[in-house]
């Protein structure tokens, strides 16, 4: 019975989220003929409401830790782990201004392609080679110096809960290219949310952002720091399961 109700939880929330992002895409359809800012306000909104929508049907509470160590200053770069969908949606709430570097396909999808564009989103080809990084640093840049702030997944996909593979250099390159903070963020949301599955299970997730990795080491160095402080916060984060969570 538990599992049939689970199912039924987890159903709704899908609908809720697809079908109230179609409906939001187009309620904010005015805001695309203003500035960046105010384009910004759909995502925002979304991101808002969503994680709410999820706690209602599903049970998923979310806890968020160490704020203050978000720069006061806007154009830095969040690291994140990333374990499921949610981060992809969570971060618009937290940090302000935000933008990701997508692969271009999403560029073509209906009216999303329109938002991803607008606010800032740089799409970039994934076999474009030296080309395409060059270009996608000179956007990047352009971004920070505007005072977006550009969130970045490490591990390049989506990772298992309590799993751990090499970081790319793409983080790497972008921290010594572009002379900002880097703030790494911990987090166990594939716990709640799994990765390629329609289920969502009740519990507390938790998003850690940890001191930011201020400007000026060298590249690898960079990179180990990188890993360990996020890795290690993983094994640090609490139970989402604990019955003191619920």
């Not at 409906?23 to 800012?37: A, C, E, M, N």
């Not at 049907?57 to 160490?66: A, M, Q, T």
Request: contains cysteine.
């Amino acid at each position: 019975m538990y599992q049939f109700g689970l199912w039924v939880r987890s159903v709704l929330f899908l609908i809720i989220l697809y079908v109230g992002t179609f409906i939001l895409f187009f309620v904010f359809i005015p805001t695309l003929f203003f500035t960046r800012k105010a384009s910004g306000c759909f995502p925002r909104f979304w991101a808002t409401v969503m994680p709410k929508a999820l706690r209602l049907v599903c049970g998923v509470k979310l806890n968020i830790e160490g704020l203050e160590n978000l720069p006061k200053k806007n154009g830095y770069i969040i690291a994140s782990k990333h374990q499921s969908a949610f981060e992809t949606m969570v971060f618009h709430a937290i940090v302000p201004n935000v933008f990701y570097v997508l692969k271009k396909e999403l560029m073509y999808l209906p009216i999303a392609g329109i938002y991803f564009l607008k606010t800032g989103c740089i799409p970039i080809d994934r076999k474009g080679g030296a080309k395409t990084m060059r270009q996608m640093l000179t956007g990047v840049k352009s971004r920070l110096r505007e005072g977006m702030n550009l969130i970045i997944f490490p591990e390049g996909t989506r990772t298992q809960p309590g799993s751990k593979k090499p970081y790319t250099p793409g983080v790497a390159f972008l921290y010594e290219q572009c002379n900002v903070p880097v703030v790494p963020v911990a987090l166990n949301t594939g716990y709640c949310w799994p990765k390629n599955k329609v289920k969502k299970y009740p519990g507390q997730l938790t998003v850690r952002f940890l001191p930011p990795i201020a400007p000026g080491a060298e590249r690898r160095a960079f990179l180990n720091m990188l890993y360990e402080q996020i890795e290690s916060a993983q094994d640090s984060l609490p139970d989402p399961f604990r019955k003191e969570a619920q």
